[in-house]
């Protein structure tokens, strides 16, 4: 009996945990790919690997295990997209596939004590944002998110992405140049 309350427990605290971060994680995701759909196969692939490997593992140590596990997923994606785009190139296959892709960054929450005025320009900006943040390299776009959304430091952000902690330095003082470049006129 005690062992079923500590595995209801266990069940619960996952589930609140995913709940928490599916939404900041498919964001991610979908600026990342440029495409709803992976984005929406990555997080889910992500999620499952989570609960199947590391349910077991200390709530605390979920967070960084998540995002571990989706910024692999989401290298594995380009990587996959590369190897396809050099065959599609090679054989000369296009994609008839036209659909414009949803602004990710529009679902934020809304002001209903906003002028009309001052939504245009939210709106406006978050567009600016979405293009700029998809713009960026896919490294200085992990980390920036990492740090930027998800309130990681430094180190975090370095274990997440297997790399050092200078390089996450480096990648996010890039973003943020590049970032501040293109949406200069919305300060």
């Known amino acids: 009996m005690p062992m079923e309350r500590d595995f209801d427990k266990q069940y619960l605290s996952m589930n609140h945990f995913l709940a928490d971060i599916e939404g900041r994680a498919f964001r991610m995701a979908q600026i990342a790919t440029g495409n709803r759909d992976d984005a929406l196969e990555i997080v889910q692939d992500t999620m499952m690997k989570l609960v199947q490997k590391y349910s077991h593992q200390p709530t605390t140590e979920w967070k960084a295990l998540f995002y571990s596990i989706l910024n692999t997923r989401i290298l594995d994606w380009h990587r996959r997209q590369s190897v396809r ?85 480096t990648h996010y003082a890039r973003a943020l140049e590049k970032l501040r470049e293109k949406l200069g006129d919305h300060q």
Not at 112 to 135: E, G, H, I, R, W
């Open 85 to 169: 785009n050099r065959f599609r190139s090679w054989l000369n296959w296009h994609d008839d596939d036209d659909e414009s892709i949803e602004d990710a960054l529009a679902q934020h929450p809304d002001d209903t004590n906003q002028t009309p005025d001052a939504k245009l320009q939210d709106n406006q900006f978050m567009a600016s944002l979405n293009v700029a943040l998809s713009a960026l390299p896919l490294r200085q776009q992990q980390v920036f998110l990492l740090r930027v959304w998800e309130g990681m430091d430094i180190n975090e952000a370095a274990s997440i992405m297997q790399c050092s902690a200078s390089s996450v330095k």
